[in-house]
């Protein structure tokens, strides 16, 4: 399996290459070539394995230069017992007879993040071994509040590498700050950037095309690299979770198999529901990919008009994950959508411009053939953590909530009831507070002991990721201009 840049097709790579280089030298995103198919009894067969064989099974269909034995080291590391606080991994939850909840937060930082941080240090280490590479690997990564602990969490002290976080100032709840500044590890690096999560973001894409810097790394004995999903090895662990999301839904007898579902997926940087979409090209039976976005809406806008323009206002939301409008993966899709190497670039530069580009009619359609777009602010998202705690007993957080206030709307819009599965992105306990206010709490306690008020109130345990941050003092308290991020990294890599 070989690996292009979205924007150009020249050059091409081995997926260790592509793993191990993050990004492409002229800002394209590495992608395969083509997207294999799923053997015809391959879901049958799926549905009987454990989710470290389902993970071996999907990632071996793209990394042709990775061993079984190999991948399945890797898998039993990154997603055993003492990493998963259950063993089926990403379980899915029947809210009722047609409506889902996949659990992807049941990792070491209470997030969606870990189903492939904590397989990408084992893709990126194995991948620097396969091309000889000596240097040291600085891995850069821009947050917007769950990927920094989790890259932190599953790089920290993994020979030969190097890791340093940068996250928007005053951007992430509390519980997503205090998890990075007080890392362990001493391979770890945390910085806060004056601003919002595109600036970080734009700021590390900016670190990458820097070819000063990277001459004065070389020199140093690094080279850089990405833990975001714009590397592959991201992308590709979260195509397994949909994949084996419809294998329990056959295993336990909630489809026949063959039957369509939909999937409904909170996103921001588009990486997530891409990941879906990936699944479905391959062979599941999914019908629509549902895009719920916060009052960040630029996706919802995009999928509706085909004009995608980041020059709006910003909003600081209560699912901050998702606060973004630079949607980088959406790059992947458009690639996907038109095949044309010189048509991504066009939109990609016309963004970089003006802030905006607009697709084609025919582009359009093959995209909302695929995907819709919905959208709430914050009050409705409060309001929907309560409706789905009274009526079904379940708890959720504000980037769920999202999500399946997007699948309400688009029932309501279409009557389409096709059995959905809605991705649930982070533990409720990482955002306590709006949690609270959303079950009827105003007297909020203070620091970690909210964690015990919002467990006092549901019956629900602490997630013990979460609990573990009592007593625990920050180690990293710089802040940089987005101007300015690169001297966090060369005082780093002294």
Known sequence: MQYISTRDREQQFSASQAIAKGLADDGGLLTPVYLPKLPRRALEELKDMSYQQRAVYVMKLFLDEFTVKELTDFANAAYGPEKFDTPAVA????????????????GPTCAFKDMALQMLPHL?????????????VCILVATSGDTGKGALEGFKDVDHTRILVFYPKDGVSAIQELQMVTQEGENVGVCSVVGNFDDAQTGVKKLF?????????????FFLSSANSINWGRVLPQIVYYISAYCDLVRDEKIQLGDPINICVPTGNFGNILAAYYAKDMGVPINKLICASNSNNVLTD???TGTYDR???????MSPSMDILISSNLERLLYAITGENSQVREYMEELNRTGRYQVSDKVLEKIQRLFVGYCCDDTVTQKVIGTIYRNFDYLIDPHTAVGFSALTQYREETGDMTPTVVASTASPFKFCDNVLGALGETNLRDGLDILDQ?????G??????LASLRGKQPRFQRTEEKEHMVDAVLDMLK
């Open 124 to 136: 990126l280490t194995a991948s620097l071994r396969k091309q000889e590479e000596e240097k040291t």
């Open 311 to 317: 020059n709006r206002t910003f909003y600081n939301t």
């Open 91 to 106: 379980p899915v939850r029947a809210l009722d007879s047609n409506t889902f909840c996949l659990e992807l937060w049941h």
């Open 454 to 458: 919002l467990s006092e109130k549901t």
């Open 302 to 304: 995009f999928l509706r």
């Open 460 to 465: 629900q345990p602490v997630p013990a990721p």
């Open 209 to 221: 095309s820097d070819e000063k810097l990277r001459e004065e790394l070389a020199q140093r004995g």
